[in-house]
Structures are given as C-alpha cells and as structure tokens.
C-alpha cells in the first residue's frame, strides 16, 4: 500500500508564494523520480517539474525561474517552491512519483489526488 499525498494549495495573490508537499507513505522500498503535473480549466494536464532521486531538476518553460522543486528522501517528500505566481498558474495540482513497493520487484507510477491553486487578485 502506497498513498502520495499533496497539501499546500490555496488562494494567492499575484505576485504572491505557495509552497506545495507531496508526501508519499506506506510500504515504500524505494522511490525513483518525482515530478509536479497541473490540469487548469479547459486545458489538458502538463508537467511543470521533475526531480530524479539524486535531485537532478527539469522545469517547464513557462514556470523556469519562478518555481524551484526539491525532495527530501529521508523523509519520503517532495516539494514545490512558488514564488511570483501568476493567474496563469492557476491549477489543480497533482503530485507524481515513481515507487518501488516493499513487497514487490518492481516500480509503479502512483498520482496524489491533487490540490487546488488559486491566483487572483
């Protein structure tokens, strides 16, 4: 049993910060990469960043710059650092991570249920 968990969201002002966790638990053996997903209003869901296990980073080009993610694997989290929201940003938020149950051999993809954010003035 493996759960990721987000929490965070909420609304902001433009201009404004949030920082988003993803916390992953249950039998976890291991976990490889991590990554933030956000779906807004009529558009599809896309990647806003990336984290390897060993903390190597990618971002999308519209949030380079503003957003910073991190993890800490001691502690089976993941964060997003938002700084300088804009409307745009405006999303519900899902967490991604590749996990390696204890009782298995293998990884599987696990989503966290998502977590609202709101920029507006």
């Known amino acids: 049993q493996v759960d990721l968990v987000e929490s965070g969201g909420g609304l902001v002002q433009p201009g404004g910060s949030l920082r988003l966790s993803c916390v992953a638990s249950?039998?976890?053996?291991?976990?490889?990469?991590m990554g933030w997903y956000r779906q807004a209003p009529g558009k599809e869901r896309e990647l806003v960043a990336t984290?390897?296990?060993?903390?190597?980073?990618n971002y999308a080009d519209s949030v380079k710059g503003r957003f910073t993610i991190s993890r800490d694997n001691g502690k089976n989290t993941m964060y997003l650092q938002m700084n300088g929201l804009k409307t745009e940003d405006t999303a519900v938020y899902y967490c991604?991570?590749?996990?390696?149950?204890?009782?298995?051999?293998?990884?599987?993809?696990?989503w966290g249920q998502g977590t609202q954010v709101t920029v507006s003035a």
């Open positions: 249950g039998s976890i053996f291991s976990i490889n990469a």
């Open positions: 991604n991570a590749l996990v390696r149950a204890s009782y298995v051999s293998y990884s599987s993809n696990y």
């Open positions: 984290i390897s296990s060993g903390g190597s980073q």
